[in-house]
Each structure stands twice: as structure tokens, then as C-alpha cells.
């Protein structure tokens, strides 16, 4: 399976207009085949404190087993060789299995919703832009290596404008 660059977002909602229109967005791109979603967790704070959690992913079991494999992979292959390479792909595929929810329990889900205001939420999302596969492939088959990546926002380039007029 090849899987495409991953990207985390974290968007934070201090008052969510939960519409539906932020999800319907996501999943006419995933059915475009643009992105897949791997993972969305979502976390809503209601004004008394009360909170409630929901996961969406396009994955089935079995592609959940297959990326955590991946990814514990990797992380093994840096921390430990090809030795780890192979221990982190057992335990990523292992922990994909058992915890479907970014690895996070309900504990977790509790530390994030401290950091929500009452009537707030905030979204986790893992992307895979199955857009790019072709042309990471062909970069790669050029000799090409990512020397850097980012996206620009207009308050990045709004920041970037301030430090510049702080130079002059």
C-alpha cells in the first residue's frame, strides 16, 4: 500500500458553528481522492463543562493495523536501526489496533478539553494527501529530496510582513 504525506492539524474553535459544513468540506475531498482521513477526532466543550468526543477515519481495521505498522516502523528505524525498524512496526500495528483513537484514552480526551474554553472545541486531524503520492514518486525517481515544507496563511505572511518593518 502506498501511503501518501500525512499532516497533523489542530484547529482550535472557541465558538464552533457546527454546521456540518467543516466535515462535509473533508469528506468531498476524500471522495475526490484528493486526501483520505486517516483520523478526525473532535472535542466539545458545552458551556457547563460536559464533553463529548467523536472520531471519524476513512480507514478499515485492517488499514488502521497496516499505518500504525508504518509509522511505528519509522520511529523505530530512528531510534533503533533496522532492529527497531522491525519492533516499532509489531507495536504500532499492536497499538493501532487496541487504540483507534490517535492513542488517546478518555484521560486524554479530558486533558484536552482543559484547554478548551466552555462552549469551545477542538479538532485533530491526520490527512494523508493521496494527491501527492504521484508527485513525491516522481521527485523521488528525479533524485529530488524535500529540502523543506510549511504552509503559508495570511497571518504567517501577516507576521512575516511585521518582522520585516521591524528590520527596517
Same mark, same amino acid.
Given at each position: 500500500?502506498?501511503?501518501?504525506?500525512?499532516?497533523?492539524?489542530?484547529?482550535?474553535?472557541?465558538?464552533?458553528?457546527?454546521?456540518?459544513?467543516?466535515?462535509?468540506?473533508?469528506?468531498?475531498?476524500?471522495?475526490?481522492?484528493?486526501?483520505?482521513?486517516?483520523? @478526525?477526532?473532535?472535542?466539545?466543550?458545552?458551556?457547563?463543562?460536559?464533553?463529548?468526543?467523536?472520531?471519524?477515519?476513512?480507514?478499515?481495521?485492517?488499514?488502521? @493495523?497496516?499505518?500504525?505498522?508504518?509509522?511505528?516502523?519509522?520511529?523505530?528505524?530512528?531510534?533503533?536501526?533496522?532492529?527497531?525498524?522491525?519492533?516499532?512496526?509489531?507495536?504500532?500495528?499492536?497499538?493501532? +489496533?487496541?487504540?483507534?483513537?490517535?492513542?488517546?484514552?478518555?484521560?486524554?480526551?479530558?486533558?484536552?478539553?482543559?484547554?478548551?474554553?466552555?462552549?469551545?472545541?477542538? @479538532?485533530?486531524?491526520?490527512?494523508?494527501?493521496?494527491? +501527492? =503520492?504521484?508527485?513525491?514518486?516522481?521527485?523521488?525517481?528525479?533524485?529530488?529530496?524535500?529540502? +523543506?515544507?510549511?504552509?503559508?496563511?495570511?497571518? +504567517?505572511?501577516?507576521?512575516?510582513?511585521?518582522? =520585516?518593518?521591524?528590520?527596517?
Amino acid at each position: 500500500m502506498a501511503i501518501g504525506p500525512l499532516q497533523l492539524l489542530v484547529i482550535g474553535f472557541a465558538d464552533p458553528k457546527l454546521d456540518g459544513s467543516l466535515l462535509g468540506s473533508l469528506r468531498d475531498a476524500s471522495d475526490a481522492g484528493f486526501i483520505r482521513i486517516v483520523d @478526525m477526532l473532535g472535542v466539545y466543550k458545552d458551556v457547563d463543562g460536559n464533553v463529548l468526543a467523536a472520531e471519524v477515519s476513512d480507514l478499515t481495521e485492517d488499514e488502521v @493495523m497496516e499505518y500504525g505498522a508504518w509509522v511505528g516502523a519509522l520511529i523505530g528505524l530512528g531510534a533503533g536501526g533496522a532492529e527497531g525498524a522491525e519492533m516499532g512496526a509489531l507495536l504500532g500495528a499492536m497499538s493501532a +489496533a487496541d487504540e483507534y483513537e490517535y492513542g488517546i484514552d478518555a484521560e486524554g480526551i479530558r486533558s484536552i478539553a482543559d484547554d478548551i474554553p466552555a462552549g469551545g472545541a477542538a @479538532m485533530l486531524v491526520v490527512l494523508e494527501h493521496r494527491w +501527492a =503520492i504521484p508527485f513525491r514518486d516522481a521527485a523521488r525517481a528525479s533524485g529530488g529530496i524535500l529540502l +523543506a515544507q510549511d504552509f503559508l496563511n495570511p497571518e +504567517a505572511l501577516i507576521e512575516f510582513g511585521a518582522e =520585516i518593518a521591524l528590520e527596517d
